[in-house]
């Protein structure tokens, strides 16, 4: 809901700053331990001691034998319960996940014997009744057991994610937080992180519809806990090799017909490899403990090309026949944590996260393919990323605690062949030079004049006040606010006008643009309320989120640039306005007997588009030279747009069908609206130009079963199936001004997304036994998204987007791992295989005539492409590796 009235607007602002003042949002990051302790004839016992082993953490029963503790960091934890007169209880392995409630009730027995102490094990229930949305929970030890290196392919395994798309929405639509503060890059919203598993305590996915205390997400919530150092020093290691093994005659393999037998190999090269170094443990400072991390990844893809030219050769060739990797990614990250609790009831902290990679990728618009004799002239694109900063946790009683974080998230891009525009090796070069009668067009002489920079700077300040008011009622009030230093662009342009013959532009606007620099902010504030009656949960909260794009646009849209003289109405730069909305959140829980519940939810979840897009293009001053009567395509950009916003709608059933299977079955729906789009502005000549607006619709329902087999013996399986139907006018914003440039009707419609993928299964089997071995398997079915084939229907029609269907697919990965006891090391060798049945495609490109990856009814005009084996998805891959623990 957006505020238009003034007066609203200063009363909303009003409240907000108090509430800013009182307490400011910190997303779930801990959790709590709830239940009750009765006597042996289901009698409370008031005054009861109940606590968390090794902590500080507990709490005492109240007059019906009630008690809460909360702020309890995600693990396993041993419980004691105790009281003047009966037996002590021990509970171990009590599970505590963030933002939930773990329920423990107990008997005590009357005990003869001072000290006496009973022991049991608390098991983890099948399925989580007290759930009003869907969340997975995936913690450190079943991270550990998959086939999966980093945090994005945990995300991808869960019910309802495709490709990183969440429920049928858009890229860049999830909210990725790291211990409850966001990691993502404003820019294009997508994380600015690569979260190795072995920093990984717990992984929360919520898919569903989420609580007030997240924003900026329109379609899913992602918050990683990291590990926290303890009271005992451990140190652990790992490293793997990884290559592929191709079949005979494979077409991906194109080192046989790149490579002449003049070639020089890498003895024993290995495609992939992978380093990593952890440390934990206290300091030599009193009730300080750290955490420390390291890792270097090397990965040098599976095709090669050869070294045969030079960017500067004239006519013969001088490159030295090396085999160099077409594409490849190396990476140093690491992560350093300290934690003070000197102060009593402070926890005071410092993280630092960082990611320093230099990579060569493919895109559809620059192939590495064209660059197979040629290497040395592709751009390298680097990456900085650094997320840092302070938080404080302070427990002013059993009842209620606040914290706070500050942060400053920096992520720094480039992609360029050299960095100074001025280099004299562009002069040397020239541009891509490439014939047809070479090699399908294969580049042999010059570099790729790509250019472009994008760093962003933010500073984030969050918290939030939590208070378990009674015993129904746990209270929640927070804010954030961030201010951004937004910078893009391509830093000097290079044309090339002939053989050896470039120009360069500096800052020449506005056909040339440098570097554009914004500074928006953002604040936002929240208050939400847990209930707790009995197994009956409900979850209400109200979130308001305010922004300020700080810049500025024409007022006159039909004359943008002025280029029509008086009396024709004249343009003005005027600021942007600020956005405001307000979006409620409910979730409620319902059982209907002690092991099932029906759960629904509903919500209002608005986002900034990325920033990049409403800002790229937005000096409108370049349509000066816009002719009457004539149409351009160059999409204008838009700071003043509106938040897109989605209404979503979950119902669900979930049941502990007995002691070791749980069903969780969910029905979602979700109405989008103000997605950005492309509409089309006619000026007082009749000229016509596209601009960003939030016109862009779309809907997506569907379903989930889920059903989660406990361990029995030793094999333990989960398995989701989910179908959905996501529609919408357009994938991409962009989408209508190409439509429209290619002579199509833009006019909007609906049809399926890109990436609607209608039938998705997802299966994990995992056997082992603990500390001895364990082998996990993940097998993944999906029915092919959509392509648009290129044949007309009836006379005069023209293409029907997106009515075709890619093949089905199905996706093997393994790992098997052995257990090692030497001296006083925790030992395991392991191996992963990825692809284990060598699949060809998954929903990559196809060609429009065929449907098919591997063959076009028209070879000779996709003769480059049938040759291009990137196109298909990378062959099996064999891993092998160790890993080594030890605490002292």
């Known amino acids: 809901m957006l505020f238009q009235e003034q007066n609203t607007r200063i009363t909303i602002l009003q409240a907000v700053m108090h509430l800013l003042l009182a307490a400011a949002v910190y997303a779930g990051t801990t959790g709590k331990i709830a239940g009750r302790v009765l006597d042996q004839n289901k009698q409370p016992l008031p005054g009861a001691n109940v606590q968390i082993v090794g902590t500080v953490m507990g709490a005492a029963t109240d007059l019906d034998g009630y008690y809460t503790i909360i702020n309890i960091p995600p693990g396993s934890y041993t419980l004691q319960l105790s009281f003047v007169g009966y037996q002590t209880t021990l ?43 869907s969340v997975a929970t995936v913690t450190s030890q079943e991270i550990e057991l998959l086939p999966v290196q980093d945090l994005s392919d945990v995300v991808n395994l869960q019910a309802g994610v495709i490709d990183g798309h969440f429920r049928g929405g858009r890229l860049g639509e999830v909210q990725y937080q790291i211990n409850g503060v966001t990691v993502n890059n404003s820019y294009d919203n997508t994380n600015s992180l690569r979260i190795d598993r072995s920093l990984l305590q717990e992984v929360q996915v919520i898919s569903g519809t989420f609580d007030a205390e997240y924003g900026q997400a329109l379609s899913g919530v992602v918050n990683a806990i990291l590990k926290s150092g303890s009271e005992r020093f451990n140190w652990s290691a790992e490293a793997y090799v990884s290559d592929y093994v191709f079949s005979v005659g494979e077409r991906r393999r194109l080192y046989d017909d790149l490579a002449p037998n003049s070639a020089k190999k890498s003895p024993g090269q290995i495609s992939r490899q992978n380093y990593q170094l952890s440390l934990s443990g206290p300091t030599m400072f009193p009730n300080t403990f750290f955490v420390a991390s390291g890792r270097r990844f090397i990965d040098d893809g599976y095709i090669s090309g050869v070294r045969v030219f030079m960017p500067s050769d004239s006519i013969q060739p001088t490159g030295d026949l090396k085999e160099v990797p077409l594409g490849y990614t190396h990476e140093w990250s690491g992560l350093a944590k300290l934690t003070n609790r000197s102060l009593t009831n402070i926890e005071i902290g410092y993280q630092a996260i960082f990611n320093d990679i230099e990579a060569i990728t493919n895109t559809s618009a620059r192939s590495m393919f064209n660059y197979r004799f040629i290497p040395d002239a592709r751009p390298i694109q680097r990456t900085f990323s650094l997320v840092h900063g302070l938080d404080w946790t302070h427990t002013l009683s059993s009842k ?48 790729d004049l790509t250019r472009f920079e994008q760093r962003t700077n933010s500073l984030l300040f969050k918290g939030a006040v939590t208070s378990q008011v009674t015993r129904v009622h746990q209270l929640k009030m927070g804010g954030e606010f961030q201010y951004s230093k937004l910078k893009f662009g391509t830093p000097g342009y290079i044309t090339d006008r002939g053989v050896r013959i470039i120009e360069r532009h500096i800052d020449e606007q506005p056909i040339y643009p440098g570097i554009s620099r914004f500074n928006p902010i953002s604040f936002s504030a929240y208050a939400q309320d847990q209930m707790e009656w009995n197994d009956l949960v409900v979850r209400a909260g109200l979130r308001f989120e305010y922004f300020d794009a700080r810049s500025v646009i024409p007022d006159n849209l039909r004359n943008p640039a002025n280029d029509l003289p008086p009396p024709t109405p004249q343009s003005q730069l005027i600021s942007t306005t600020a956005k405001k909305s307000l979006a409620p959140r409910l979730g409620v829980s319902y059982p209907i007997s002690s092991d099932a519940a029906l759960f629904f939810s509903y919500g209002h979840f608005y986002q900034l588009p990325g920033l990049g897009e409403i800002f790229r293009e937005a000096d409108y001053s370049i349509l000066i030279d816009l002719q009457a009567q004539s149409s351009t395509f160059r999409v204008m950009g838009n700071p003043d747009i509106k938040p897109e916003r989605t209404i979503q709608y979950e119902f669900g059933y979930k049941h502990a069908l007995n002691d070791f299977l749980g069903l969780d079955i969910s029905a979602f729906y979700k109405d989008i609206r103000d997605l950005l789009g492309v509409e089309f502005i006619t000026t007082f000549n009749s000229a016509e130009y596209a601009r960003l607006t939030n016109v862009d619709f779309g809907d997506v329902i569907g379903f989930t079963i889920a059903l989660d087999q406990r361990r029995i013996g030793l094999v333990s399986t989960m398995l989701d199936y989910t179908w959905q139907r996501a529609q919408g006018n357009s994938s991409d914003p962009r989408e209508t001004a190409t439509r429209a440039e290619a002579g199509e009707d833009p006019r909007p419609r609906q049809i399926p997304l890109n990436w609607d993928q209608r039938h998705t299964l997802n299966c994990t089997v995992t056997l082992g036994k603990p500390n001895n071995f364990a082998i996990a398997s993940i097998i993944r079915y999906g029915s092919g998204q959509p392509y648009t084939p290129s044949f007309e229907l009836g006379f005069g029609q023209g293409l029907e987007a997106n009515s075709g269907r890619k093949s089905a697919f199905v996706l093997v990965d393994m790992r098997a791992e052995k257990y090692f006891r030497l001296a006083n090391l925790d030992l395991s060798v392991f191996a992963r295989v990825f692809n284990l049945l060598d699949s060809r495609s998954s929903n990559g490109s196809v060609f429009s005539t065929t449907g098919s990856p591997y063959y076009s009814l028209d070879p000779r005009a996709d003769e480059v492409a049938l040759a291009d084996p990137i196109r298909l998805f990378p062959p099996r891959r064999i891993e092998i590796g160790l890993t080594i623990n030890s605490s002292l």
Request: a negative charge; proline letters at 3%; hydrophobic letters at 35%.
């Open 400 to 447: 209620t605690f606040y914290n706070f974080s500050l942060r400053q998230n920096l992520f720094d891009y480039t992609d360029f062949v050299y960095e100074d525009v001025n280099d004299p090796r562009y002069d040397l070069a020239g541009g891509p030079q490439s014939v047809n009668d070479f090699a399908l067009g294969a580049v042999f002489q010059g570099v």
């Open 91 to 133: 509970v171990k392995d009590v599970l505590v996940n963030a933002d939930k409630t773990t329920t423990h009730s107990a008997e005590l027995k009357e005990g003869l014997v001072t000290g006496e102490t009973v022991t049991v094990t608390a098991e983890r229930p099948v399925v989580e009744t007290n759930l009003t949305s």
